[in-house]
């Protein structure tokens, strides 16, 4: 079974409109981290916004928020005012259980390839 | 800080050939992970390092893959022989312990075997 599915492949949205790509994933451990990166055409990884399993609060970022719904084992990313250069590839990633006084890798979803029209 | 550091950027080489891709974390990060991209497959965690012990390689696709970290500073991704469809951009990203920060990437190496 696929741990990150990002069922949206492609976005059309207008500028300045609010966009939500959809993000669930699956999980038994109990201490997970969520991401979302931005990957745009000239191919780098940005990094957007970080969730956490135990966090109470949805994480926000400038004009990205994530909603996160633990229960429903999802986490949206929220762009709000949409604007031209938010056109890219956007990925959802999720961290388990850290070990050995490091990080563990990252799990990426397939991704969903926004386009704002002006 | 500089960043990720990757070389090089782009490597178009003969298949059967060795390819060595390199990778220099940001300073004082301490996890190191090597990932692949492809239109088919997404991205693909290949193999990572903690502390330079390499600590899951079951990413790894076959015994040409093979990857270093012989210090804190530097880490090699292999591959002999290369075949075709190694080609690919290849990831390294870094990361200091359990990050809520993300885990900061390179600009990548875009590999193509011919």
């Known amino acids: 079974a696929q741990k990150i599915t990002q069922t949206q492949p492609g976005m059309f949205v207008q500028e300045k409109e609010a966009v939500t790509l959809d993000c669930t994933y699956d999980t038994s451990d109990p201490s997970y981290g969520l991401f979302w990166y931005k990957q745009p055409s000239s191919g780098e990884m940005i990094f957007l916004i970080y969730q956490g399993s135990y966090d109470q609060q949805n994480a926000t970022e400038g004009r990205y928020s994530l909603n996160f719904q633990k229960a429903r084992k999802s986490a949206n990313l929220v762009i709000s005012a949409s604007q031209l250069g938010d056109s890219a590839m956007y990925f959802c990633a999720m961290r388990e259980r850290g070990g050995q006084g490091g990080a563990d890798g990252l799990t990426f979803g397939k991704g969903t390839h926004l386009i704002i029209q002006p | 800080d500089a960043g990720v550091i990757q070389s090089p950027r782009h490597e178009v080489t003969e298949m059967g050939q060795e390819v060595t891709l390199r990778c220099k974390p940001i300073s004082g990060h301490n996890s190191l992970f090597w990932y692949r991209q492809t239109m088919m497959r997404g991205l693909e965690l290949l193999i990572y390092?903690?502390?330079?012990?390499?600590?899951?390689d079951s990413g790894m696709p076959e015994d040409r893959f093979s990857a270093k970290m012989p210090n804190a500073s530097f880490s090699t991704l292999k591959i002999q022989p290369s075949e075709p469809r190694d080609s690919a951009v290849y990831f390294c990203a870094s990361s200091f312990l359990s990050s809520n920060y993300g885990y900061t990437f390179g600009s990548g190496t875009r590999l193509t075997v011919v």
């Open positions: 390092f903690n502390n330079n012990v390499p600590i899951d």
